[in-house]
């Protein structure tokens, strides 16, 4: 059995870092050295939240999204696993 990969980026900065389904997209961020902005590590202080331009995620169940959150788009980074290539809006990460 192979380890599937997705790839990550973050705009505006450009970055990007890959993801196994089995990891949050925070953890693979900071395993990849990015300045990931976060603090609870629990959907709960929001300094993780991205804004989805493209793929797919998953969240264990129960998801941190309320119904606003999903209409704006919203990924909590500490708690969301990628099902799919992502591209993430985070104005605060920088290269």
Do not use: N, W
């Not at 990007?16 to 395993?31: D, G, M």
């Amino acid at each position: 059995m192979t380890d599937s990969r997705f790839q990550v980026r973050i705009e505006p900065a450009g970055i990007t870092f890959t993801v196994s389904p089995a990891e949050t997209l925070l953890e693979a961020a900071l395993s990849a050295g990015v300045d990931f902005p976060h603090r609870c590590r629990q959907g709960v202080c929001t300094s993780c939240v991205c804004r989805l331009k493209s793929g797919e995620v998953r969240y264990d169940e129960p998801s941190p999204l309320s119904p606003a959150d999903i209409e704006q788009k919203f990924v909590y980074g500490c708690q969301a696993f990628a099902d799919s290539d992502l591209v993430l809006h985070h104005p605060f990460i920088r290269p």
